[in-house]
């Protein structure tokens, strides 16, 4: 659902686009199934073109390897090498340039068919020092990484506070009402809404007087009915 609502917006955007160059309005056909079939992506087209299901990989890629979650001595990173020089990047901060010129891990379609040896071998190595340790040698060497946050860890990540994701909208009721912030910026601002998230029930009476046009006595009735 959350995917489809952005695929509708897209949908939505474009019609305005073609309404303004030619006048003309657009029936949009958004259908949930077919958001998760399209998100499917590289693995909808693996399968697609092969005729092969996708075997269960958990957090790992089925095409580039290694590109998936390890764990340390502390916690677990996510680590994704996407080509071979970040492999031999990748392989000297870990302390082993012997799995460069090793023939089973020297390109990406030999990494990927001994995936098994391979992300053994890096499960070991890693496992030998925290998760901020690694992130420091391989952000240094060039190598995308991050670390697996529990929410906590994110909401006091520097960059998501220095973004200020998190907002505070006054409420009537309930004081102050902590919500994320939209993630689109134009002209450098968040376009969010300032009307906080209403509470259970909050509206009921606005809706019911202005939708059904109910007379407030009988809207408090229905209320002290327990039927809103």
């Known amino acids: ?15 305005l686009q073609e309404r303004t160059r030619t006048g003309k309005g657009a029936h949009i056909d958004i259908s949930l199934l077919d958001c998760q079939v399209a ?35 502390d916690r677990h990173i996510i680590v994704a090498v996407g080509n071979d020089n970040q492999f ?3 392989a000297r901060a870990a302390g082993h ?6 023939e089973r ?25 925290a998760a ?24 006091q990540d520097p960059h998501v506070e220095a973004r200020g994701l998190v907002r505070e909208l006054p ?9 994320v912030a939209s993630p689109i910026r134009i002209h450098g601002e968040s376009q969010m809404s300032a009307t906080p998230p209403p509470l259970l029930g909050e509206h009921t009476a606005e809706v019911l007087a202005e939708k059904l046009g109910l007379p ?8 002290a009915d327990g039927t809103t």
């Open 88 to 90: 031999a990047s990748f």
């Open 39 to 73: 998100m499917l992506a590289n693995q909808a087209m693996n399968f697609l073109t092969s005729g092969q299901a996708p075997a269960r990989l958990g957090n790992a890629h089925p095409n580039i390897v290694p590109y998936e979650a390890f764990p340390t001595a």
């Open 1 to 15: 659902d959350l995917v489809s609502g952005l695929y509708a917006t897209v949908g939505i955007l474009s019609a």
């Open 105 to 129: 891990f020297a390109t990406n379609p030999a990494r990927v068919a001994n995936r098994a040896a391979l992300t053994g071998l890096i499960s070991e190595t890693l496992r030998t020092r």
């Open 132 to 155: 901020t340790e690694w992130i420091e040698n391989f952000t240094a060497a060039g190598v995308p990484v991050a670390p697996i946050n529990t929410l906590d860890r994110v909401f």
């Open 97 to 102: 340039s012997e799995w460069i010129s090793d």
């Open 171 to 179: 409420h009537a009721a309930a004081g102050r009402v902590p919500t």
């Open 216 to 223: 407030p006595g009988e809207v408090s009735q229905l209320k």
